[in-house]
């Protein structure tokens, strides 16, 4: 979704920081060239013009109908994509749909994906979502899990489908992996390496789809019964009900805190960096400081008071980033937004966050960045009083 609406994200994932461009309406149509990153928020976005930087988009409904140089990350939901990018995207939505080439990844955590036929992904290709129609080429390894997968089109790589049900009636050159409580091959099915499976029946017949190797019958395969799996019924509940903590205790802390998190943004804009080490200080020496206070008996109720709002404050680390991201887009922002929308800004932007981390190793050096920068940048708003001594008569 977005690389993002605040300055942890500009610093940490844009390459070129110091350039960018960000609008925030509610429709917003792009038709000029863009030649630095641009970010937008809004209800309806459009891009009819080239962007030669990276493109990261929140809003709606999204239509991208002309080339991206870099990469895409995107928020959304409804998501149309009919341009070309040399780099990746990146996508939390709803609803996406693909009709052209992708030079990078494709990384998609979302509700239902259509990937057309015209369509070569020449990077990694992993998905997570409800349903997925698979039409197009990939490159590279293809992963997949979902509810309902339907892979139609070609992986000239390896390929690991993990779902509720899968169709298959496409061509896989490396070794296929099939994992599913019902899978239904059609005739046109081609296999150019070993396949293991699994599925309900125990057996599966290939036919002469197998060109190259054999098929595996694999009991470690085998998913569990329960609908969590598959994003089902009692796991939407459980999930939505995640949410609306997380919309909660962002609302909670924006009323509540706003000031500081006003303060704290102006902080990382001032001094990212010094804010960014601050951070780190404070996740690092407040547990020595705890086991210090712990030697002592007089001790041991501050240290109990410091581990336990050590631990408050490391839980929610990705929500008060995303608080003060969001005030931090405010701050630079012409049109200063209202509370409900700092809160909304705040929601989207921690979900972006739960997605990065999701990425081996660069999603977690983001979020240790985006973490560590807000922290330390309240704690920099601390107003430390310092002693003054009376002084003595002569």
């Not at 928020?75 to 693909?98: P, Q």
């Not at 994992?179 to 091959?185: G, Q, T, W």
């Not at 887009?329 to 409900?340: D, E, T, V």
């Not at 660069?362 to 940048?377: N, T």
């Amino acid at each position: 979704m977005k690389k993002i609406i605040s300055l942890l994200f500009v610093l940490f994932i844009s390459k070129h920081a110091s350039a960018f461009q960000f609008d925030y309406v509610d429709d917003v149509v792009i038709t000029q060239p863009v030649h630095e990153n641009l970010y937008i928020s809004g209800g309806h976005v459009i891009i009819n013009a080239p962007v030669y930087a990276d493109l990261v988009i929140a809003g709606g409904v999204i239509e991208i109908n002309d080339s991206v140089m870099k990469d895409i990350l995107i928020t959304g939901g409804s998501v149309t994509f009919n341009g070309y990018t040399k780099g990746s995207i990146r996508c939390l939505g709803a609803r996406l749909h693909i009709l052209k080439n992708i030079g990078g990844d494709l990384i998609v955590i979302g509700g239902n994906i259509v990937v057309e036929k015209e369509t070569t992904i020449m990077g990694i290709v992993s998905i997570n979502c409800s349903t997925l129609s698979f039409d197009g080429t990939a490159e590279n390894d293809f992963s997949a899990k979902g509810s309902t997968i339907y892979f139609n089109g070609a992986a000239e790589k390896e390929i690991h489908i993990t779902s509720q049900k899968i169709n298959f009636n496409g061509e896989v050159s490396g070794n296929a992996v099939l994992a599913a409580n019902e899978i239904s091959l059609d005739s046109n099915s081609l296999f150019g390496s070993d396949v293991h499976f699994w599925n309900d029946k125990g057996s599966l017949d290939f036919g002469n789809s197998i060109k190259k190797g054999k098929a595996n019958y694999d009991d470690s395969l085998a998913l569990p019964y329960a609908h969590w799996y598959f994003l089902g019924r009692f796991s939407l509940i459980t999930f939505f009900i995640y949410l609306g903590t997380i919309f909660l205790m962002i609302a909670i802390i924006q009323y509540l805190f706003g000031t500081v998190m006003k303060n704290a943004a102006s902080k990382v804009l001032d001094a990212p960096l010094i804010s960014f080490g601050t951070g780190i200080l404070f996740f690092v020496l407040i547990p020595i400081i705890a086991v210090i206070s712990f030697i002592t008996v007089v001790g041991i109720p501050i240290s109990i008071i410091l581990l336990f709002c050590y631990f408050c404050v490391l839980l929610s680390t990705s929500i008060i980033a995303s608080v003060v991201a969001a005030n931090w887009f405010n701050n630079r922002s012409a049109n200063k937004m209202r509370n409900w929308q700092i809160i909304c800004v705040s929601f989207l932007i921690f979900l972006i966050l739960k997605s990065l981390s999701s990425i081996d190793f660069f999603g977690w050096i983001i979020y240790l960045f985006a973490g560590s920068m807000s922290i330390g940048a309240i704690v920099r708003n601390i107003k430390w009083k310092k002693s003054i001594k009376a002084k003595q008569p002569l």
